[in-house]
C-alpha cells in the first residue's frame, strides 16, 4: 500500500532558494513540493489551490512579511501547519514566528542539513527550533 505524501509549498522571495528546497523535499519519499510563491499574493492564491500539509515560510517578503502572512494564513486554515526558515539568527524573530502560530524556526544557515527533519517534526505536530535555540532558550530560564 502506497502512502500519500505530504504536500509542501514553499514561500521565499528568492527563485534559487525556492528551488533548492523544493530540490530537496521532492527527494524524500514522503513528501513532495507542491508549488512556489515569491509573494504574499502568490502564497494566497497557491495555498487556496493547492491546500497543502506545509507551508515552508520566509520571513522577508517582497511588500509584506513571513510573520504577518502566517497568522493570516491560519487564519483561513488552521490545518496547515507553518515552518518559518529565515536568514535571521536573532530570538526576536523565532518568537515572533512562534507567537504567529508557525509550528518550527529554522534559519536558512542550517537549512540544507536540517530542512527535511524539521518538516517530519513539524508535520508529526511537534515543535521544531533547532539545538542552538533550545539551548539558548534553556539557559535563558536559568536563574543567574
Same mark, same amino acid.
Given at each position: @500500500?502506497?502512502?500519500?505524501? =505530504? ?5 521565499? +522571495? ?6 533548492? !528546497? ?5 527527494? &524524500?519519499?514522503? @513528501?513532495?513540493?507542491?508549488? &512556489? ?9 497557491? $495555498?487556496?489551490?493547492? =491546500?497543502?500539509? %506545509? *507551508?515552508? @515560510?520566509? $520571513? ?8 504577518? %502572512? ?5 487564519? &483561513? ?9 529565515? @536568514? ?21 544557515? !542550517? ?5 527535511? *527533519?524539521?518538516?517530519?517534526? *513539524? ?7 533547532? +539545538?542552538?535555540?533550545? +539551548? ?7 536563574? %543567574?
Amino acid at each position: @500500500m502506497q502512502t500519500l505524501k =505530504k504536500k509542501i509549498f514553499i514561500v521565499d +522571495d528568492h527563485p534559487i532558494v525556492r528551488g533548492g !528546497l523544493a530540490q530537496l523535499i521532492n527527494q &524524500e519519499e514522503d @513528501m513532495m513540493s507542491v508549488g &512556489e510563491a515569491g509573494n504574499a499574493t502568490e502564497a494566497i492564491q497557491g $495555498i487556496e489551490k493547492l =491546500k497543502p500539509d %506545509l *507551508v515552508l @515560510m520566509d $520571513i522577508s517578503l517582497e511588500g509584506s512579511n513571513g510573520i504577518e %502572512l502566517t497568522k493570516g494564513i491560519l487564519a &483561513e486554515h488552521p490545518e496547515i501547519c507553518v515552518l518559518i526558515i529565515s @536568514m535571521y539568527d536573532e530570538s526576536l524573530y523565532l518568537e515572533s514566528a512562534l507567537r504567529a502560530g508557525a509550528k518550527g524556526y529554522l534559519t536558512k544557515q !542550517l537549512a540544507s542539513d536540517h530542512v527535511v *527533519v524539521a518538516i517530519r517534526t *513539524v508535520l508529526k505536530g511537534d515543535i521544531y527550533i533547532s +539545538d542552538k535555540w533550545k +539551548d539558548k532558550l534553556t539557559d535563558s530560564k536559568k536563574p %543567574l
